[in-house]
């Protein structure tokens, strides 16, 4: 690896960066910011960059649109100090479940994050499980790399040993099904759905029913973010009520927000397997979540984008 620095935008970013440079074998590169009197933030690079590989790495904690200033100010310091390429490493894309127009006069705030970072001055974008894989295509000018937990959660499922006869992949919905599908090839086992229903003109689904058999199953659930927990949380319920034999959920992004640390420990959800794409504070570090690192998978994405190789390999690399 050559000409390469690796930043961490945020102290937020700041254990994740040090794991990713530690696998790497490279020193952190040295930045200071802070904010004045007035909120307005200041972002100083503090060693050279010029003519430089370089790698940002910023994780979305709240205040999240703190961390897009942080993101985009950062940036524009880089390009400023003739930075030969920008590399912004997001592990969860901000707004991502802002990825349409699907009510009256609302944003696309995906679509607006994109144009903030290709204004800012970013040569590349690399991150994690997309809410929605059409997001890569929101950018005009630059590439748009997406990596997956897939093989990371299989892998940790795969060790817990449990009889392929006594499995089930679970889909949240309909519109998750083709990813339960992809869960349930990898372990040689059948999938079930849930069935929710609208009640009058109320715009909340309700989980009713199970398509597909869980009575005496180990019911694992995979899905690409968990927030508040309340459709996890409903599924979970329903299965119990179908005698699911014990119940677990894998996901990538643990946003874990408002109810859901809650929700979890009073829930008879066995295990939330989720990986570091968002720190997890230690107010929310419960026995029931387990965390796994993805770092090993950026690490390798940053050395393969700067040797110039292809990032194919990454996705079986687990």
Do not use: W
Not at 42 to 50: D, M
């Amino acid at each position: 690896m050559k000409n390469i620095k690796i930043f961490s935008c945020s102290e937020s970013a700041k254990p994740f960066t040090e794991e990713i440079c530690s696998i790497l074998n490279l020193p952190i590169g040295q930045i200071k910011s802070f904010k004045f009197k007035n909120d307005n933030n200041f972002v100083q690079i503090l060693e050279t960059v010029r003519d430089q590989d370089v790698y940002l790495i910023q994780t979305t904690t709240p205040p999240v649109n703190e961390r897009i200033m942080e993101m985009l100010i950062t940036i524009d310091a880089l390009k400023r100090a003739s930075a030969k390429r920008i590399n912004v490493i997001l592990p969860y894309f901000m707004y991502s479940r802002s990825d349409k127009k699907d009510q009256p006069r609302i944003p696309i705030t995906a679509k607006l994050i994109t144009q903030l970072i290709e204004a800012a001055g970013a040569t590349r974008v690399t991150t994690c499980d997309l809410h929605n894989p059409a997001i890569q295509g929101y950018f005009n000018t630059i590439n748009c790399d997406r990596l997956t937990a897939q093989y990371l959660l299989q892998s940790y499922f795969k060790e817990k040993n449990i009889p392929v006869e006594e499995m089930v992949i679970v889909a949240t919905d309909a519109g998750s099904s083709k990813k339960a599908y992809k869960y349930s090839e990898y372990f040689g086992c059948p999938i079930a759905m849930i069935d929710k229903r609208r009640e009058g003109n109320d715009d909340r689904a309700i989980a009713s029913t199970v398509i597909g058999n869980v009575t005496d199953k180990y019911a694992i659930i995979f899905d690409d973010e968990v927030d508040t927990a309340g459709s996890l949380i409903e599924t979970v319920n329903i299965l119990e009520k179908y005698h699911a034999k014990k119940i677990y959920a894998g996901c990538t992004h643990g946003i874990l927000s408002g109810p859901a640390i809650e929700r979890i420990q009073n829930s008879a959800l066995e295990e939330l397997v989720i990986t570091n794409t968002i720190p997890l504070p230690k107010e929310k570090q419960i026995d029931k979540i387990k965390v796994l690192s993805i770092a090993k998978n950026f690490a390798e994405a940053i050395r393969r984008l700067n040797e110039e190789l292809p990032l194919g390999e990454i996705y079986s690399m687990d």
